[in-house]
């Protein structure tokens, strides 16, 4: 038998129990004689404490012939009471203790033997007494609820008492029933004393303070002249030449003040309101939530007003009255010392006639007592001229209605009755209003409503009591009797099977699945019919988006739940034509159009058809500007005809380096049609090419709109746009492994912020600094981030959803413990914002990328859009406009360059060296001849870079370069270059001192054919 320690029936702590024999209890038969003896007990008594597990063990019996028997145990407590186990263990909760019986029948004799368990317990009571509201003198108030909770299940003993707080004296109140009627202002406690059955005693109080109940408080109605000329109260201008003045009446109000001053954008304005330490006090001991100013503009307009807290609050902030006020008319300026979060909650801004919540958001300044010694109300009003007068008719210190609701039920389904609880410690008139959508809802039987279908029902409390400001708004959400709930499915690939998720049913009013509810699918792709369908796994033929559609039917009522995912081919879509708002940003030559169409498309049910006159073009203009590192722009494209168009893509003027920069337009792509036959088309975006857009003109000024140009008249089709935007999404990335260091979080795909797509990396800090990673692979699987060849950054978008904060990105190749990549402290800012940072070394792959912190966070960063950066160099060699490279130096090295269109990287051409196939062939790239200029090198170059072709699946060579002659590979010598099929990026470093380069040469290691070259960059 063992006790198990800790919580519940969990932690284990062995503790050993045992007996002698059995006694015989009952019956005298012929088995009356047999001795019975029970193996591994030796006590008959165990102690535990409250809260451990009591493990129940099955001993050993056997009687005087060594036959074995199975004893029957029962728990009873100390009243006798029979107590139920758990998996052989019983969980102590009584501290009068147990008994435990263990029982043999043999014929019709019983024998039985009994453990008592004593129970201790050390833990105190734990008491939690709920935030006290302010009190207010000669009105019933009740007390805070107060809650005991003991981790046994014995009655607790609790006494409660209320102090009134006089310094170091306390004088006990009376309480009844839990409220009390408070009748002076000041300090009182609320003690509470909690004893358990163990005699372990725990303490806890909380204080609250009583005001005296008031609306508003008139500083200064100008009901005469004296009040607006005495020495120290009056009302003035503190502007250069102020004048002022009274009026008996103006504009409907009796008894005004007035001023204005000289030429300044802000004129300021104070009521001087007390000389006195004690006065001042009087003011301030309410604990006035607001002051408001009734003034009149004499000028048309709109206006703010902004009271700058200069000897009366703190002394540096401001509290503005958000809203605009107009000219020539009364109106009420609230300045309010409400928080941020308070005025999230209910807000008290607002003008004229209706002095309540408007969904406005105060400032903080009034974080004190809005009143102090030798203290003013100061007041600025902005945009005022000259002459303008400014009537005051009353300042008025005021309450907060402090309106609010309470009482709805937590869990609310369509048709029940909703009631709630309008809570009005001020006792202020109000009304209160229930809304659908913005429609009303009819109350019933009070405060009540029937929520007739789902959705958001608004509960607005109005206050009506002139002096007092506040209202408050509840959201209820009525959700409907049953919901589904599916997992979401991955986006994926044509022809991948994908195995639906089961969907679940839920009771909303219990809270319950109902189990094996009967659910019909379907299956809708793109804007075609749903279809019914029986199987849950689907193998995608078609590119698209899929609907997945649950039904669940109850009580003649269908319940929906929806799931999509996109199949692609292989990436997913800029646009495919299906919205028709896509078409109102079109404009067009005469003759030309572009419409949507039904007549040809891709994919879905819709194209769009482009038909141009000769030498005219048509134009679609995006209603938001693509900002995106655009790094290809890939579409499908049906030609009537054979004949050619021109695709040009515009960007929006931007701002570069701090000057301004002129729009680049109509970047010309060429594209070739096949008539009657739908034809997949790339266009690259260039790195950085001085008349071409790039991706960084685009990420800047944004792509603004695709035009369309034509020679001859063509009419042709467009579907299924794409933007290949990043090097890493998570469009389609399973959760990101952990299996790493288990030391260290990792990140999740989510959806909540989110760059491009539909899902991002979540990093969440919670309440702890350290290290947060995307672990893309353990050590044993193979999977990686392919990084390109030539890449010397990596850029991001991190969202931060809190305050900026130092962190460290961090990148790894192989290990995290390595951090070879980069690993460079930023500040993060608010927001979405884009990172750049230097790669370190430039790896074929890469498996996790960081983000450290070394303060206590508790925000979530989210990361979206990775990209590796290729050296963005222009190219200073592109063969473009470059004659056959010269062989005049030697006869003997004929496989010179030669300038060819059979390959190219960046134009149309590449210099193509034509080997044989045998190994330790040289060629080479002589520039000049002796009469022509060499490869100027600028000033600070560090690296050459180039861009290499082969058709081999791999190949090897060595690469040199010479700045004066073929002989001397002093820029430099025999670089292993280890290619792949394809385009692949290569760098030398250049050698100190080198100014000019004269001669590339490439000497072949196991034999090739041919292997061209391009775009060479010159690399400071």
């Known amino acids: ?372 010694e030798n203290g003013s109300i100061l007041f600025w009003i902005n945009n005022l001229l000259d002459d303008t007068k400014v009537y005051v008719d009353e300042i008025k210190l005021e309450k907060g209605a402090n309106l609010s609701v309470s009482g709805v039920a937590e869990r609310v389904v369509v048709g029940e009755t909703v009631s709630f609880t309008v809570n009005n410690p001020n006792n202020v008139e109000y009304d209160t209003q229930v809304t659908l959508n913005g429609n009303a809802v009819e109350l019933v039987n009070g405060p009540s409503f029937v929520a007739a279908e789902a959705g958001v029902y608004k509960i607005k409390v109005t206050n009506k009591s002139a002096g007092y400001v506040g209202a408050c708004e509840y959201p209820v959400e009525v959700l409907p009797k049953f919901t589904l709930s599916a997992a979401d499915i991955q986006n994926t690939t044509l022809n991948t099977e994908i195995t639906l998720p089961k969907a679940t049913v839920k009771n909303e009013k219990t809270n319950a699945e109902i189990e094996n509810a009967a659910i019909d699918l379907y299956l809708q792709i793109d804007n075609a019919d749903p279809a019914a369908i029986s199987a849950y796994v689907i193998i995608p033929a078609k590119v698209g988006k899929y609907t997945i559609i649950y039904r669940y039917t109850a009580d003649g009522e269908v319940y929906e739940l929806q799931k999509s995912f996109v199949v692609t081919d292989p990436n997913r879509y800029f646009t495919s034509f299906e919205n028709e708002e896509f078409f109102s940003g079109v404009t067009a030559d005469e003759d030309c159009s572009i419409t949507r169409s039904n007549e040809h498309k891709a994919s879905g049910a819709y194209s769009a058809k482009v038909a141009l006159a000769a030498n005219k073009q048509a134009r679609i203009g995006f209603a938001e500007p693509v900002k995106q590192r655009v790094l290809q722009i890939c579409f499908k494209v049906y030609g009537t005809s054979d004949t050619n168009f021109q695709f040009r893509i515009s960007t929006g003027a931007y701002n570069l380096n701090g000057a301004d920069v002129a729009a680049k337009t109509d970047e010309i792509h060429d594209v070739a049609l096949t008539a009657n036959q739908w034809v997949y088309k790339t266009i690259d975006i ?156 430039s790896p074929e792959s890469v498996v996790m990328f960081a983000l450290w912190s070394g303060n206590v966070l508790s925000q979530s960063f989210y990361m979206d859009d990775i990209d590796f950066i290729v050296a963005e160099a222009s190219a200073d060699i592109t063969f473009e406009d470059d004659a056959d490279h010269s062989s005049e130096w030697k006869d003997a090295f004929p496989l010179n360059a030669i300038k060819s269109n059979e390959q190219s990287h960046d134009g149309s051409y590449s210099a193509k060296f034509a080997f044989t196939g045998a190994a330790g062939e040289l060629g080479t790239i002589l520039h000049a001849a002796p009469a022509r200029d060499p490869w100027i090198l600028p000033q600070g170059c560090k690296k050459v870079g180039v861009w290499l072709y082969t058709d081999k699946e791999s190949d090897s060579l060595l690469f040199s370069a010479a700045s004066s002659s073929f002989g001397a590979y002093d820029v430099f010598s025999n670089v292993t270059v280890n290619l792949k099929q394809g385009w692949n990026y290569v760098e030398a470093d250049v050698a100190d001192g080198i100014t000019q380069i004269v001669q590339f040469s490439l000497y072949t290691i196991g034999g090739t054919s041919a292997v061209y070259m391009d775009s060479i960059s010159f690399i400071k």
């Open 1 to 372: 038998m063992k006790i198990k320690r800790g919580k519940g029936l969990l932690a284990v702590a062995a503790v050993c129990a045992a007996f002698g024999l059995f006694a015989s209890c009952g019956g005298n038969g012929e088995d009356g004689d047999k001795t019975i003896t029970l193996v591994n007990f030796d006590d008959s008594s165990v102690t535990a404490k409250v809260g451990d597990a009591y493990e129940l063990k099955n001993p050993a019996v056997k009687d005087s012939d060594g036959k074995e028997y199975t004893p029957e145990v029962v728990v009873k407590d100390a009243a006798g009471n029979v107590i139920p186990t758990i998996g052989g263990n019983v969980e102590i909760r009584n501290v009068n203790g147990y008994v435990i019986e263990y029982t043999i029948k043999i014929g019709n004799q019983t024998y039985m033997k009994k453990i008592t368990l004593t129970v201790t317990d050390d833990e105190k009571p734990v008491i939690n007494i709920a935030s006290p509201e302010a009190a207010y003198v000669n009105a019933e108030y009740a007390l805070p609820a107060v809650t005991v909770r003991d981790n046994a299940e014995n009655p607790v003993s609790t006494e409660k008492k209320l102090y009134f707080v006089n310094g170091e004296t306390k004088t006990e109140m009376t309480a009844e029933n839990g409220k009390f009627t408070p009748t002076q202002k000041g300090t009182y406690e609320y003690y509470v004393k909690a004893t358990d059955a163990a005699g372990n005693v725990a303490e806890k109080s909380v204080t609250f303070s009583a005001v005296t109940k008031l609306g508003h408080f008139v500083l200064a109605d100008f009901s005469d002249n004296a009040d607006n000329a005495t020495t120290h109260k009056r009302f003035d201008a503190e502007t250069v030449n102020a004048e002022v003045g009274w009026e008996e009446s103006f504009e409907g109000a009796s008894g005004v003040a007035w001023t204005k001053g000289g030429a300044q954008v802000w004129k300021n304005f104070s009521y001087r309101f007390g000389t006195t330490a004690a006065e001042m006090a009087a003011y301030a001991e309410e604990g006035w939530d607001y002051y408001s100013i009734r003034l009149y503009i004499d000028q048309e307009g709109l206006f703010r007003v902004l009271s700058w807290n200069v000897d009366y609050v703190n002394a540096n902030g401001a509290d503005t009255n958000v809203s605009p006020i107009a000219g020539k008319q009364w109106v009420t300026v609230y300045m309010s010392k409400a928080t941020i979060e308070d005025a999230t909650k209910q807000t008290y801004w607002q003008n004229v006639d209706e002095p309540y919540g408007n969904g406005e958001t105060g400032l903080n300044a009034f974080n004190t007592a809005p009143l102090r």
């Open 686 to 841: 260039p790195a950085n090419a001085a008349t071409k857009i790039s991706a960084q003109d685009i990420l800047n000024g944004g792509i603004t709109s695709f035009g369309f140009y034509a020679q001859n008249a063509v009419t042709f089709y467009l579907d299924d746009i794409e933007f290949i935007t990043s090097d890493i999404s998570f469009e389609w990335d399973d959760q990101h492994s952990a299996a790493w260091d288990a030391a260290h979080p990792w990140t999740t795909k989510n959806s909540e912020f989110v760059h491009s797509g539909e899902y991002s990396a979540k990093f969440a800090y919670e309440n702890a600094g350290g290290m947060i990673a995307i672990y893309h692979a353990p050590p044993a699987a193979t999977a990686a981030y392919p990084v390109p060849a030539g890449a010397k950054k990596i850029g991001l978008w991190l969202y931060n959803d809190g305050a900026a904060v130092p962190l460290s990105f961090s990148c790894a190749s192989a290990s995290y413990g390595s951090l070879d990549v980069c690993n460079i402290s930023f500040t993060a800012e608010s927001g979405w914002k884009y990172y750049e940072f230097d790669m370190a070394t």
